[in-house]
């Protein structure tokens, strides 16, 4: 009988499709325990629910992806799967760095915890924000209606432009330094204008890449889905503890749970700056060759690895 059972044949698209249903049930499963858990401050697991939530939340959205396509992030690729958890760490501990400069956000219930207890929680909630938004993104991605932005305008690239947009993104990061109160929008878009040129002339995957065919879906992509993020992290933050409130000058206004509605377009930069650092860091360690989200093909050259582009 064993040796039977050694020689039967399960294609692997059964195969993955069990492995969704299952990073279904389990999603669903974090989401139903960390979400009340949070709002009704549970004890040690709300205050941990953060985390737990959103990987939830993260295998629910990249089980729908493959319903939809027949491939998702993490069954085409767990080891950079993993990797965005990684990257995501050092991306948004940049940004509490533009933060201890402006002062737009601050956290109730952090002072409970030793500095090193700080960073390692901080550093483990931090860590699920590339792999939200770029799965979001690839949800958004999936739906017909984005086909009508794959022919829009061509941004013609010239070394004056790219040079021009990190002269800009260098411009933005010094009047943050100098005029925060005024500045601060520049935190979700210096790090943009400066590397994305710097992935374009490296041969890394870059929006620069899709704008000059005149294919903006990447664009609507990554802004969208970092939109229904922010949307979720907003909701669920309202009712938690510990928690994140804003002080925006100028727009600290007409609020959508803790959110100033206007900052809420914030996000939407936000989301291309997730794809360029995650390609830059990603870049630095030899797979930012892959593209690595499908949302249609940007140029032939991205076709020389099998399986990467749709």
């Given at each position: ?12 698209e059964v195969v993955q499709a069990h492995s969704a249903r299952r990073r279904t049930a389990l999603g669903l499963t974090l989401v139903a325990v960390a979400w009340p858990a949070s709002w009704l401050h549970a004890g040690p697991i709300g205050e941990f629910a953060f985390f737990p939530l959103w990987f939830g939340y993260i295998l629910v959205v990249d089980a729908l992806v493959f319903r939809r396509k027949g491939s998702s992030l993490l069954s085409r690729n767990p080891i950079a799967f993993c990797g965005m958890f990684l990257a995501s760490v050092p991306l948004w ?218």
């Amino acid at each position: 009988m064993l040796s039977v059972l050694r020689h039967v044949h399960i294609p692997i698209e059964v195969v993955q499709a069990h492995s969704a249903r299952r990073r279904t049930a389990l999603g669903l499963t974090l989401v139903a325990v960390a979400w009340p858990a949070s709002w009704l401050h549970a004890g040690p697991i709300g205050e941990f629910a953060f985390f737990p939530l959103w990987f939830g939340y993260i295998l629910v959205v990249d089980a729908l992806v493959f319903r939809r396509k027949g491939s998702s992030l993490l069954s085409r690729n767990p080891i950079a799967f993993c990797g965005m958890f990684l990257a995501s760490v050092p991306l948004w501990w940049t940004f509490e760095g533009f933060n201890h400069i402006t002062q737009n956000w601050f956290y109730l219930g952090g002072e409970e915890y030793s500095t090193l207890s700080y960073l390692a929680i901080s550093s483990w909630s931090f860590s699920i924000v590339i792999p939200a938004v770029f799965e979001t993104a690839e949800l958004v991605g999936s739906f017909g209606i984005l086909a009508r932005f794959s022919q829009g305008p061509v941004l013609p690239v010239s070394n004056r432009l790219l040079a021009g947009s990190m002269a800009l993104g260098f411009l933005s990061l010094f009047a943050i330094a100098v005029w925060p109160h005024y500045a601060y929008a520049g935190t979700w878009i210096c790090l943009l204008l400066v590397l994305d040129p710097i992935n374009y002339l490296r041969g890394y995957p870059s929006i620069i890449v899709w704008l000059q065919r005149g294919d903006w879906r990447l664009v609507v992509a990554l802004g969208a889905g970092a939109l229904v993020c922010g949307w979720f992290w907003e909701m669920w933050n309202y009712w938690a503890f510990p928690k994140w409130q804003y002080s925006v000058p100028y727009v600290d206004f007409a609020k959508v749970f803790e959110m100033p509605l206007l900052g809420y377009g914030g996000y939407l930069p936000f989301g291309l700056e997730a794809y360029v650092i995650y390609h830059f860091l990603s870049g630095m360690v030899g797979r930012a060759p892959k593209v690595y989200l499908h949302i249609g093909t940007p140029y032939p050259a991205f076709q020389e690895e099998p399986g990467v582009a749709s």
